[in-house]
């Protein structure tokens, strides 16, 4: 199964372009224009990768990225930058997220962290799940 | 006088790349709609080629979308060069109404972020002065810089270029929290040395929101 992505940008164009050339990869692509209206959509739907912004008006990436993760640990987030900064690089890793890309980017890039995103999402809900059984088992239910 | 000349140099500096930070990034995003916009028709195309029937009028929309893109890298650039070439000469005859339009210019990704509305009002005539036009852009950006924390909720600052005495003078308008700023913090030591080299003077008005810049004719060399 193709991955649950969320695309978070202020650049309205940038968004839809990059969620249709995801759709026609089989991708459920959705997107948000703003830090806020992307936390209600996490909150609202189980996402399996976030794309994330880091320079937005209003809420900024890292502070909507720990949002994310506070709501929503599993999910993973791939930062996106127009420019490349280490500190925010190095801030977003020690904040949960997964990788960064700069844009513009390739879209085989892109895909391939998502799927790598989506794989270690999966992984980590199978082994919660798997843990959750043996322990039902153990406490004799 | 070592110190102002230090102050200055290092608040330029400050300035210079904070613009070009901002210019840059604005750039790579209209350079991010474009690739994607140019991937999406490619893959319209791809997609074509294995018999899905060519929406003709979706490629038009991503051609338009490109080219608008371009015209937007293109403004951003011409604002850039604009920008260096206002420090060709330490001391220029300039009109302040242009030079406040260019530095709202440079300063709209960060009023943008702020979620700031900036307008520029401007004199009908020219409102020239003899000045060092990169210490300006710099005082108006600091200004604005100061400005954009003090609107209150209205969240929108007007700047007013006008013929003032024997030069000019610019008005930050819409402060509704100046009011509130504790005494000293604002200019500080880096307006000031701006301001000794420009031979100017800031003084705020409470009672009518505003934030005044005095320029003199000539600034002393």
Same mark, same amino acid.
């Given at each position: 199964?193709?991955?649950?992505?969320?695309?978070?940008d202020?650049?309205?164009?940038?968004?839809?372009?990059l969620?249709?050339?995801?759709?026609?990869?089989?991708y459920?692509?959705t997107?948000?224009?703003?830090g806020?209206?992307?936390?209600?959509?996490?909150?609202?739907?189980n996402?399996?990768?976030?794309?994330?912004?880091?320079?937005?008006?209003?809420?900024? =990436?890292l502070e909507?990225?720990? /949002?994310i993760k506070?709501?929503?640990?599993l999910? #993973? $987030?791939?930062?996106?930058?127009?420019?490349?900064?280490v500190?925010i690089?190095?801030?977003a890793?020690?904040?949960?997220?997964?990788?960064?890309?700069?844009k513009p980017?390739?879209?085989?890039?892109l895909?391939?962290?998502?799927?790598? =995103?989506?794989a270690?999402k999966? /992984?980590?809900?199978?082994?919660i799940?798997?843990? #959750? $059984?043996s322990?039902?088992c153990?406490?004799g239910v | 006088?070592?110190?102002?000349?230090?102050t200055?140099?290092?608040?330029?500096?400050?300035?210079?790349?904070?613009?070009c930070?901002?210019i840059?990034h604005?750039?790579?995003?209209?350079?991010?709609?474009?690739k994607?916009?140019?991937?999406?028709?490619e893959?319209?195309?791809l997609?074509?080629?294995?018999?899905?029937?060519?929406?003709?009028k979706?490629?038009?929309?991503?051609?338009?979308r490109?080219?608008?893109?371009?015209?937007r890298a293109?403004?951003?650039?011409?604002?850039?060069?604009?920008f260096?070439?206002?420090?060709?000469e330490?001391?220029?005859?300039i009109?302040?109404?242009?030079?406040?339009?260019?530095?709202?210019?440079?300063?709209?990704?960060?009023?943008?972020?702020?979620?700031v509305?900036?307008?520029?009002?401007t004199?009908?005539?020219?409102?020239?002065?003899?000045?060092?036009p990169?210490?300006?852009?710099?005082?108006?950006?600091?200004c604005?810089?100061f400005a954009?924390?003090?609107?209150?909720?209205?969240?929108?600052?007007?700047?007013?270029?006008e013929?003032?005495?024997?030069g000019?003078?610019?008005?930050f308008?819409?402060?509704?929290?100046?009011?509130?700023i504790?005494?000293?913090?604002?200019?500080?030591?880096?307006?000031?040395?701006l301001?000794?080299?420009l031979?100017?003077?800031?003084t705020?008005?409470?009672?009518?929101?505003?934030?005044?810049?005095?320029?003199?004719?000539?600034?002393?060399t």
């Amino acid at each position: 199964m193709k991955a649950k992505i969320l695309i978070v940008d202020d650049e309205e164009k940038f968004v839809n372009s990059l969620a249709e050339r995801l759709s026609i990869r089989d991708y459920d692509a959705t997107t948000s224009v703003s830090g806020q209206d992307a936390i209600e959509k996490v909150s609202g739907y189980n996402f399996d990768v976030v794309m994330l912004d880091v320079v937005m008006p209003g809420m900024d =990436g890292l502070e909507v990225l720990r /949002e994310i993760k506070r709501i929503k640990p599993l999910t #993973e $987030v791939i930062m996106l930058t127009a420019l490349p900064n280490v500190e925010i690089g190095v801030e977003a890793m020690k904040r949960g997220a997964l990788d960064y890309i700069l844009k513009p980017c390739e879209i085989e890039e892109l895909i391939s962290k998502i799927d790598r =995103g989506h794989a270690r999402k999966t /992984e980590q809900e199978e082994r919660i799940s798997a843990a #959750e $059984v043996s322990g039902r088992c153990y406490n004799g239910v | 006088m070592r110190l102002t000349h230090d102050t200055v140099s290092e608040t330029g500096l400050e300035f210079f790349a904070k613009t070009c930070i901002s210019i840059s990034h604005e750039t790579k995003n209209s350079l991010a709609i474009m690739k994607e916009s140019a991937g999406l028709v490619e893959d319209i195309y791809l997609m074509a080629d294995k018999g899905v029937p060519l929406d003709t009028k979706r490629i038009r929309t991503l051609a338009t979308r490109i080219v608008e893109q371009i015209r937007r890298a293109d403004s951003i650039v011409d604002t850039l060069n604009k920008f260096t070439h206002s420090m060709d000469e330490i001391k220029q005859r300039i009109d302040i109404c242009n030079l406040l339009a260019l530095v709202a210019s440079l300063s709209k990704r960060l009023f943008l972020l702020k979620g700031v509305t900036l307008t520029v009002k401007t004199d009908v005539k020219p409102v020239k002065v003899t000045t060092n036009p990169f210490v300006l852009q710099n005082l108006v950006w600091l200004c604005l810089n100061f400005a954009m924390d003090v609107t209150g909720e209205a969240k929108t600052v007007s700047i007013v270029a006008e013929t003032w005495e024997n030069g000019g003078r610019i008005r930050f308008t819409g402060l509704k929290e100046l009011s509130g700023i504790s005494a000293g913090s604002f200019p500080t030591e880096k307006e000031k040395a701006l301001i000794e080299v420009l031979c100017a003077e800031i003084t705020t008005d409470v009672e009518h929101e505003e934030l005044l810049l005095i320029l003199p004719d000539e600034m002393a060399t």
